[in-house]
C-alpha cells in the first residue's frame, strides 16, 4: 500500500513511512530532520 507523506508530500510504500496517531504519515528524511529539529510529533505511535 502507498501513501503520501504530510509534510513534503512524497508518495511512498507505507513500510517505508513514519505513521502517527493522527493516521498522517512523514517519510524518513521529514522524520529525521523533526528529529534534528526536536520536533518530533507527540502523537507517535511505536
Known amino acids: 500500500?502507498?501513501?503520501r507523506c504530510h509534510q513534503c508530500g512524497m508518495?511512498?510504500?507505507t513500510?517505508?513511512?513514519v505513521r502517527c496517531?493522527?493516521?498522517s504519515f512523514?517519510?524518513?528524511s521529514?522524520?529525521?530532520k523533526k528529529?534534528?529539529?526536536n520536533e518530533l510529533p507527540q502523537n507517535?505511535?511505536?
Open 44 to 46: 507517535f505511535q511505536n
Open 21 to 23: 496517531e493522527s493516521r
Open 26 to 28: 512523514l517519510c524518513f
Open 30 to 32: 521529514c522524520w529525521n
Open 1 to 3: 500500500m502507498k501513501a
Open 11 to 13: 508518495i511512498r510504500s
Open 15 to 17: 513500510k517505508d513511512l
Open 35 to 37: 528529529l534534528k529539529e
